[in-house]
Structures are given as structure tokens and as C-alpha cells.
């Protein structure tokens, strides 16, 4: 009996720190159309909250592990937070100037697998170059 006392005891602490290492990580729109953090590494059980810091931005997800269930966009002006569960790749961007290639990568779990259907998304000129070279720095890190 002692002994399960023991090992529940010990399985409450790995709960317990679990629970307490899962982090939030702030991402600000700026004045520059951009987001703050463009590359976001993070682990699965993370939350990311993006801060309207600048007027007249929000966060459409565009690409992610499970393409049928895309984290909520957000709306125009407000504070966003999304819990990510599924490791892999997740493309973002800001509906009004995802042309001009506002948009930033999230990184769960350090998981790639889904590179290839993100690079497969179709954007403007801009957007794409942009997405290359975030795809780039994410890989050499
Ligand atoms: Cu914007």
C-alpha cells in the first residue's frame, strides 16, 4: 500500500511540472507590418499570444500538421492565443497584408514533417520569398 502511495506521489510531480513547464510566448504586431517573433519555436502544449501592439492585423493560419482542423483565425484588432497541440510547421499570416508578406512560422516540437505541403501553399511574390527565407533561418537553427 505504501508503495502505491509512493508511486502516485511521484506521478503527481511529473504532472505537476508538466503542467508547469508549458510556456506562453507573446508575438506583438509592429508598425513595420510584421509580426514580432516571425519564427516561433515552441513545444507541443505552448500557448502563443499574439498582442495588438499596431492597428490593423490579425492572424490567419494558412498551413498546418492537420490541414482540416487549422487553429481559429483571429479578428482584426484584437488579442489572439492559440494552445498548439500536433507537432509540425504552422504558416500564419495577416489577412490584410499577407501579400506583402506579413506572416511568420511556428515551430512545434521541432517537427519538419510537414515542410513540404507548407511550401506547396500558393502565395503572392512577396509572401513566397518571405516564407523561403523563414523556412531557411528554421532550418539552419
Ligand atoms: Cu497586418
Same mark, same amino acid.
Given at each position: 500500500?505504501?508503495?502505491?502511495?509512493?508511486? !502516485?506521489?511521484?506521478?503527481?510531480?511529473?504532472?505537476i511540472? =508538466?503542467?508547469? !513547464?508549458?510556456?506562453?510566448?507573446?508575438?506583438?504586431?509592429?508598425?513595420?507590418?510584421s509580426?514580432?517573433?516571425?519564427?516561433?519555436?515552441?513545444?507541443?502544449?505552448?500557448?502563443?499570444?499574439?498582442?495588438?501592439?499596431?492597428?490593423?492585423?490579425?492572424?490567419?493560419? @494558412?498551413?498546418?500538421?492537420?490541414?482540416?482542423?487549422?487553429?481559429?483565425?483571429?479578428?482584426?484588432?484584437?488579442?489572439?492565443?492559440?494552445?498548439? =497541440?500536433?507537432?509540425?510547421?504552422?504558416?500564419?499570416?495577416?489577412?490584410?497584408? !499577407?501579400?506583402?508578406?506579413?506572416?511568420? !512560422? @511556428?515551430?512545434?516540437?521541432?517537427?519538419?514533417?510537414?515542410?513540404?505541403?507548407?511550401?506547396?501553399?500558393?502565395?503572392?511574390?512577396?509572401?513566397?520569398?518571405?516564407?523561403?527565407?523563414?523556412?531557411?533561418?528554421?532550418?539552419?537553427n
Open positions: 500500500m505504501r508503495i502505491i502511495f509512493t508511486l !502516485l506521489f511521484f506521478l503527481n510531480l511529473v504532472i511540472s =508538466k503542467v508547469a !513547464l508549458a510556456e506562453t510566448i507573446q508575438i506583438e504586431f509592429t508598425e513595420n507590418d509580426y514580432s517573433l516571425e519564427i516561433a519555436y515552441i513545444d507541443a502544449g505552448d500557448t502563443i499570444e499574439w498582442l495588438p501592439k499596431n492597428e490593423g492585423h490579425n492572424v490567419e493560419f @494558412i498551413a498546418g500538421p492537420k490541414m482540416d482542423e487549422l487553429p481559429n483565425n483571429s479578428k482584426i484588432n484584437e488579442s489572439h492565443s492559440v494552445l498548439f =497541440k500536433t507537432p509540425g510547421i504552422y504558416l500564419y499570416g495577416c489577412t490584410p497584408h !499577407l501579400n506583402m508578406g506579413m506572416l511568420g !512560422l @511556428i515551430i512545434v516540437g521541432n517537427d519538419f514533417h510537414n515542410l513540404n505541403e507548407v511550401n506547396k501553399i500558393e502565395l503572392s511574390y512577396v509572401a513566397n520569398s518571405v516564407l523561403n527565407r523563414l523556412i531557411r533561418t528554421a532550418q539552419s
